[in-house]
């Protein structure tokens, strides 16, 4: 991956989201209990830009000031130890150059697609973002309709955490990298919001 794009698109479907369920909050919850919810959805409340790929086959929602640049011109598997050549791909965050450095505190956000099955997702001791994070704290999810396997690595170097979760399509899978502060895990927000277009995948796989 070589180019980078400064993100410019704003989105407002979660902003939505969030806006309604505030209000069905306030009126289900009783005075008390309204005051309360609300509050607490006001606090969390965080603008969020939808980032996609130039294909249209990658797009994720992501905290604006994450969202800065992005590079989207694809990623060869092999670098996770996959077999398969080269697939669509999504890299954001505030500094491309620097996120993945156990040096920087940026976050930063790698999704990509890979068609090999068989190999094992993510990986168990070693990640395509080392940064020399010691603990792995491994659990199952669904994202949509997508079950996962995700990875917290923790007692990293810096004020932050790594997840990798690789996710299952039908006949795909994505894998997922997300470095973030270590007091706001955002990762089942960030993958919840995750959507691929199969019949996109297949015309843009090189």
Not at 99 to 109: K, N, T
Not at 169 to 180: A, H, L, P, S, T
Not at 186 to 204: F, N, Q, V
Request: proline share 6%; charged share 25%; aromatic share 6%.
């Amino acid at each position: 991956m070589s180019e980078v794009d400064t993100v410019t698109e704003p989105v407002t479907r979660v902003r939505q989201r969030r806006w309604v369920t505030m209000a069905l909050a306030f009126v289900l919850a009783g005075s008390l209990g309204a005051v309360a919810s609300l509050t607490w959805y006001w606090l969390t409340l965080k603008d969020t830009t939808r980032v996609s790929d130039a294909a249209g086959v990658i797009s994720v929602d992501l905290p604006d000031d994450w969202a800065r640049q992005k590079r989207d011109d694809g990623w060869s598997p092999t670098v996770a130890g996959l077999t398969d050549g080269s697939q669509p791909a999504l890299e954001v965050s505030g500094d491309l150059a620097s996120w993945r450095r156990p040096d920087s505190d940026a976050p930063g956000v790698f999704v990509g697609i890979t068609r090999d099955l068989s190999a094992k997702l993510p990986p168990e001791e070693t990640s395509t973002v080392d940064l020399g994070c010691a603990k792995i704290t491994a659990q199952a999810g669904t994202f949509g309709s997508m079950p996962a396997i995700v990875h917290r690595r923790s007692d990293c170097p810096g004020p932050w955490t790594v997840t990798e979760a690789a996710l299952t399509g039908d006949g795909f899978r994505v894998y997922v990298q997300i470095k973030q502060p270590a007091e706001a895990d955002r990762s089942a927000e960030i993958l919840g919001s995750l959507m691929i277009t199969p019949d996109r995948l297949t015309t843009s796989a090189r």
